[in-house]
């Protein structure tokens, strides 16, 4: 697993936390237990930390990053798609990030809030509580596409996966 400390920084990794042998975890990085982190995935928290609340997803391909003044936090129960960047950004409880996206400094997706596929969410962004926000550079409406109800789905799905993962997965080569 590739998970490292950096001088004092030095993540801190609940035991019921999943991190994929494949995903890369480097300094102050906190994940809460039943979080996930898939394949692929960078969380470097060299500047600033990087903070995954409980049963919350980071899926395969993400990259996190973070800086001093804008840490990047993810509440709980909430899910970061695939392909996601994430840099300095504060994304609230049952929030769905969803595959391809771009969410820059300073934004904050507030509970419930969602990013749509492939948007991009320059500094200082906001996501209403129950809105989503679609396309380059992204425009924020309510949310009618995409329910809270689905977003949960998707949540326990990945807490379930994680189970099955730890259980089951082994590498052949
Ligand atoms: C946002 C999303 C839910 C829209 O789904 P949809 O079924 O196309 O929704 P709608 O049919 O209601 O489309 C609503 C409008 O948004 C537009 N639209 C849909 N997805 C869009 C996107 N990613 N970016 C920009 N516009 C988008 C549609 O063209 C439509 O425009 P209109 O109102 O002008 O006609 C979908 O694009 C998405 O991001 N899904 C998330 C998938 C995901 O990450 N799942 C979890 C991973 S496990």
């Known amino acids: ?4 400390a950096l001088a004092e920084l030095e993540p ?23 979080a996930s982190v898939w394949p692929g995935t960078v969380l470097r928290g060299d500047n ?13 391909g993400c990259v996190l990053h973070c800086t001093q003044r804008h840490p990047t936090i993810l509440g709980e129960n909430s899910a970061i798609g695939h392909s996601v960047h ?5 994304i609230g409880t049952g929030c769905l990030i969803a595959s391809g996206s771009v969410v820059l400094n300073g934004t904050v997706v507030e509970d419930g809030g969602m990013v749509g596929a492939g948007a991009v969410l320059s500094y ?16 924020t409406r309510p949310n009618t596409a995409f ?11 990945y807490v379930a996966r994680a189970k099955r993962f ?8």
């Open 12 to 34: 801190s990794i609940h035991p019921d936390a999943y991190v994929h042998p494949d995903a890369t975890v480097i300094g102050d990085v906190r994940i809460a237990a039943g």
């Open 1 to 4: 697993m590739a998970i490292y």
């Open 86 to 90: 994430v840099e300095g950004a504060t």
């Open 166 to 173: 730890r259980a089951e997965l082994r590498r052949l080569d």
């Open 124 to 139: 200082d962004s906001r996501v209403p509580s129950g809105h989503i926000a679609l396309g380059v550079p992204a425009k």
């Open 147 to 157: 329910g809270p109800e689905q977003i949960a789905a998707v949540v326990d799905s």
């Open 48 to 60: 600033g930390y990087i903070e995954l609340g409980s049963r919350s997803n980071v899926q395969d």
